[in-house]
Each structure stands twice: as C-alpha cells, then as structure tokens.
C-alpha cells in the first residue's frame, strides 16, 4: 500500500505551496500546476501523466480509479497527501473542493513539440484573455479530434485553475502550444497547412469553404476578433450567419462550430 502522511493545519508550508499556485506568478516561477477532481486525474493517468503530489480529502469515499491513481503516483515517486477538507477547500479556492487534486509538472508549450500530420485540424487561438473560453476550446478539440491548441500573443494562463477545470480533462490529451503571431506563421509556412480564420470580412460562407488538412482554424479575442493583418495572411475567411441581434458568436462557440463543420468535410474529401 503507498504511503501517506498527513496534514491537519492551514499553516503547513506544502498548503501554502499548493494554495500558491492559484495564481500564475507562482505558477511560472514553480512551472507547476494544480488540477482537481478524479475525472481530469484519470484523464492525465490514461495519457501518461502522472502528479507528482497527489492531494486527498480525508474521509473520501473509495473508488477504484483512485486506488489506480494512488498507485501510479506511489510508482512514479511522487507525494501522497491526505488533508482535512476544509483545508483542501482552501488550496482549491472552491467551497465544495471534489475530493482529490493533483500537481503536476508545465508541459513543453513550444512549436517545435508538434507534428502537424498528426492530426487533420488544429485549432488555433489569438489573444484569448478568458480562462473558461480556453478551456472550452481544448475540450472541443478533443471532441473533433484535433491535434492540439495553439495559442497566439498574450492569450490566459491555460494552466490557470479555472482553464484545467473548464477543459474537463483535455489539458492533458491536447497538444498545447504558446507562441508570438512572428514564430507561429513562419512555422506555419514551413510545411503543409491551410490557415483558416473565422471572420466577418471578405468571407465565405463556412459551410460551402474547401477547407484541407492539415487546417488549422483560427479564433481572436473575444472583444477585438483579429487583427486585419493576421486575416490578410490566411488562406481563406469564413464566416457564420448571424440572423439575431448579436453580430458574432462567443469565440470558443465559434471555434467548436467551424471544428466540427471543418470535420465533416475533410471526412468526406
């Protein structure tokens, strides 16, 4: 069985570790993250990542992705913590903390970890500055299968605790990449690859678009969009009727609906 050991006070140096890495100055400086629940756990476990602390309410009820979970990190020689769930309340920031959280090590963000044949859609994203969109957005290229995420300029924190939570898990089985608009598009042009933007200008409609693979679709900031710069260096412009009052879609809804749109076609080319 692995070994435990306990923590029963707020002022223990490892919770005020933990609790540090809710915000990203600390997260930068350890290149450390938090991730909570059993479900993202899992995830990281089945992909081949491990924490290397595991964090556990006491009292928890069993459960036999647990006990997995608990072993792997026992092999991998990692920390195993159990600790009051008040306490954990506190490293988490959530009143009604999920039973159990994990720390692990930053993954490599850098452009030169992809291959973009990997995978026939990429989704890419410029100056996202919401946690939650980010999130949404690597969920949704799990669901269509995509090779990863890339995000462009000053974009949110994607280990930040409310982009892990909001990506439900695919923070860890998406590609994820940070880079300046000047690295990506050199890369980009490098190899194969269709850039797409989602924009109101010049556009196609983005049900009839000859999208190809390697595509990669491109969102911009919430409130701004793109720059008209980044629209002239891409490929093709689609665009998505809007028949209300609003003139655009939330971006990471715009992102999931030109994925699963891009998907279909290149299935069918």
């Known amino acids: 069985m692995a ?16 609790r540090s890495l809710r915000e990203k100055k600390h997260r930068k400086r350890e290149k450390r993250f938090l991730a909570e629940g059993l479900r993202l756990l899992t995830d990281a476990r089945e992909c081949g990542k491990v924490p290397e602390i595991l964090v556990m309410a006491t009292g ?7 006990d997995a979970l608990e072993d792997a990190v026992d092999k ?11 306490i954990l309340a506190k490293v988490t920031g959530k009143d009604n903390p999920q039973a159990v959280a994990g720390v692990f090590a930053e993954f490599d963000t850098s452009l030169s970890t992809i291959d973009r044949t990997a995978a026939p859609i990429w989704l890419v994203a410029q100056a996202l500055r919401d946690p939650g969109n980010l999130g949404t957005m690597l969920r949704t290229g799990d669901a269509v299968g995509a090779g990863g995420l890339i995000l462009i300029d000053d974009c949110a924190d994607p280990f930040s605790v409310e982009a892990v ?3 439900m898990g695919a923070i860890f089985t998406q590609k994820l990449v940070t880079a300046r608009w000047d690295e990506f598009l050199p890369w980009l042009r490098s190899g194969p690859g269709q850039l797409v933007a989602a924009s109101l200008r010049d556009s196609t409609d983005y049900r009839t678009a000859p999208y190809a693979a ?19 260096a891409c490929d093709l ?4 009727p809007m028949l209300g009052r609003a003139d655009s879609l939330n971006a990471a809804v715009a992102g999931a609906v030109l994925a699963y749109e891009a998907l279909a076609h290149l299935r069918t080319d």
Not at 3 to 17: A, E, Q, Y
Not at 214 to 232: R, T
């Open 3 to 18: 070994t435990r050991r306990t923590i029963t006070g707020f002022s223990n140096p490892l919770v005020k570790f933990l």
């Open 60 to 66: 928890r009820e069993p459960h036999p992705l647990l």
């Open 76 to 86: 991998a020689g990692g920390d195993i913590v159990e600790m009051d769930v008040d």
């Open 165 to 167: 939570r909001a990506s």
């Open 214 to 232: 390697p595509c990669f679709l491109m969102v911009g900031n919430e409130s701004q969009g793109l720059p008209a710069a980044y629209e002239d």
């Open 237 to 240: 412009r689609v665009t998505m």
